[in-house]
C-alpha cells in the first residue's frame, strides 16, 4: 500500500478544523505515549491496525519517553535496538534511533493514520533541563528534517508539563521543526492537566492549534473546550488528554467507557476534537495487549460514524438548543447546529428528559431520530412541525424527549424533512 495522504495536514480558512488533501478531516485519537520504545515492533503493528480498523485517525506517541509522569528515568527508554533519541545531548540525535521510526511513520500513512509524535516527554525539559534553546532548535531541525516528506505527521511539544521552566527550549524546539520541515506539518502543545497550550502559546505562530489536558477533571471537558473556542485568533482544538479507560488512580474515577463517552461528544459538542487513551496502552502491565479492543475503543468508532453522517465541519455550538433540562457538571447535556441551523444534534449523558426548542432548526419540519452512543443503532423519535415559516414571526415550538429504557446516555439528531 502506499501512504493515503497527498498533502500534510492544513488548518481550514476559518481557523475551526483540520483538513487533509484539501477535505476536512476529523481528529479522532488516540493515546500510545511509548508506542516508539516499549512497543515492540509486532506489538506496535498490531495496535496500530486495531486503531485504524475501529475509526481512529491519530496516534500520540512519544520519542523521548521515559516511563511517564511519576516514573521517569535521567534519560529517556531505548528503543528494542538499544538506541536512544539522542547521545550525549539533544543536539546530538542518533539516526539508529529514528529507524524503526520510520518505518512506524510509513506503516501508519499506510493505514490513513497520522502520527501526532511528541519530540520528548516534559519531563526532560522543564525537570532536569536536557533542553536549551540552542539544542532543542538543533533537535527540532532534525526532526523537521527527517519527517519532512512525512504528510502523516504532526508535532506536540511539551508533554505532560506547563512552560514555567525553561520556556525558551520550547520555542527553540518549534524554530527547528518548522525551519526543518519548511513549515509543512502542524504543530501543537501538551500541558500537564486543567490547562490548555492557549494559556502559554495561543498568540505564537507555531502553534497552529491547541490541545488541552483535563486528566481528572473530565466533568470540565465542555468549559475548557468552549473557552479555547472563544478566543481569538481562532484556532482547532483538540482534548488532548481526558481521564483514561481503565484508570484507577483518579480522584473522580473509576473511569468507565460512559466516562470516555461523556467526555468526547462534550468535546466534539464545544466545537473540539477528541483523543481518547486506555490506562494499560501507557502502563503496559502484564497482559495489556488483549486490552486493544475495550468498550471505550469501539465506541469511538461509533462517534466518527455518526459525526461523519453530518456536516460536522460547519456544526456551531448552541446550548440554546435547550429549553429545559440542560443540567450541568457531570450530567451536563450539549449541542451543536449547522451552520445553515438545517439539523441539530444534542448529546444527552444520563437518563434524563429534556425540552428542546425545534424552532431553531430553519425549516418547516424535522424528523427526530434517537442514536445509541454504544453500538450507532437509530430510532425513530417521531416527526414535528416546527414552527418555523409560518408568517412575519416564528411559532416558538417546544417538544420534550426522553432518553430511551436503559440507554445509559443518547444522541437527538434532528434533520429537515
Known amino acids: 500500500m502506499s501512504s493515503r495522504f497527498r498533502t500534510p495536514l492544513a488548518v481550514s480558512a476559518n481557523g475551526r478544523y483540520l483538513i487533509s488533501d484539501g477535505e476536512p478531516w476529523l481528529w479522532l485519537g488516540d493515546t500510545a505515549w511509548p508506542l516508539f520504545t516499549q512497543y515492540s515492533d509486532d506489538n506496535a503493528r498490531a495496535y496500530l ?98 519527517y519532512r516528506g512525512a504528510n502523516n505527521v504532526v508535532w506536540v511539544l511539551g508533554g505532560d508539563r506547563v512552560p514555567f521552566r525553561n520556556p525558551e527550549a520550547y520555542d527553540g524546539m518549534a524554530e527547528g521543526l518548522r525551519k526543518g520541515s519548511g513549515g509543512r506539518q502542524l504543530i501543537t502543545y501538551h500541558p500537564c492537566g486543567w490547562h490548555s497550550s492557549s494559556q502559554f502559546y495561543h ?27 472563544a478566543r481569538t485568533p481562532v484556532k482547532p482544538i483538540v482534548l488532548g488528554e481526558g481521564a483514561y479507560e481503565g484508570g484507577t488512580g483518579y480522584p473522580k474515577g473509576p473511569i468507565t467507557p460512559l466516562i470516555c463517552r461523556r467526555q468526547a461528544w462534550w468535546a466534539f459538542m464545544a466545537g473540539g476534537y477528541f483523543t481518547n487513551g486506555h490506562e494499560q496502552m501507557w502502563r503496559i502491565d502484564p497482559g495489556w495487549q488483549m486490552l486493544f479492543d475495550t468498550p471505550s475503543a ?120
Not at 512519544?62 to 535496538?81: I, M, Q, R, Y
Not at 511528541?118 to 532543542?136: C, H, K, M, Q, S
Not at 505562530?205 to 489536558?213: A, G, H, K, P, S
Not at 483535563?214 to 473546550?225: H, K, L, S
Open 49 to 146: 491496525r486495531s486503531r485504524a480498523e475501529l475509526g481512529y485517525s491519530v496516534i500520540q506517541g512519544v520519542l523521548a519517553w521515559g516511563n511517564g509522569t511519576g516514573f521517569e528515568k535521567p534519560l529517556p527508554d531505548a528503543n528494542s535496538s538499544g538506541h536512544r533519541p539522542w547521545r550525549a545531548s539533544p543536539a546530538d540525535p542518533d539516526p539508529a534511533f529514528f529507524e524503526p521510526v520510520d518505518a512506524l511513520v510509513a506503516y501508519a500513512a499506510e493505514l490513513g493514520l497520522v502520527l501526532a509524535m511528541l519530540p520528548t516527554w516534559g519531563y526532560y525539559v522543564t525537570d532536569i533541563g536536557l533542553f536549551d534553546g540552542e539544542n532543542a532548535r538543533v533537535y527540532g531541525r532534525f526532526l523537521g528534517e527527517r
Open 203 to 229: 498568540e505564537r505562530d507555531w502553534l497552529d492549534f491547541n490541545m488541552i489536558e483535563t486528566w481528572t477533571d473530565w466533568d470540565m471537558v465542555y468549559p475548557a473546550v468552549a473557552a479555547d473556542y
Open 298 to 417: 469501539r465506541q469511538m468508532g461509533v462517534l466518527r460514524k455518526v459525526v461523519e453522517s453530518i456536516r460536522w465541519w460547519q456544526r456551531v455550538p448552541d446550548q440554546g438548543l435547550f429549553a429545559e433540562g440542560v443540567s450541568n457538571g457531570r450530567t451536563l447535556n450539549a449541542a451543536v447546529r449547522g451552520e445553515d441551523s438545517s439539523w441539530a444534534l444534542a448529546y444527552l449523558s444520563s437518563q434524563c428528559q429534556v425540552q428542546v426548542y425545534l424552532n431553531k432548526v430553519w425549516v418547516k419540519d424535522v424528523r427526530a431520530t434517537w442514536i445509541n452512543p454504544l453500538d450507532g443503532t437509530r430510532t425513530e423519535a417521531g416527526t414535528y412541525a416546527t414552527g418555523n415559516m409560518l408568517g412575519v414571526f416564528p411559532r416558538t415550538t417546544r417538544q420534550w424527549f426522553a432518553v430511551p429504557n436503559e440507554w445509559e446516555d443518547a444522541l437527538l439528531l434532528l434533520e429537515g424533512i
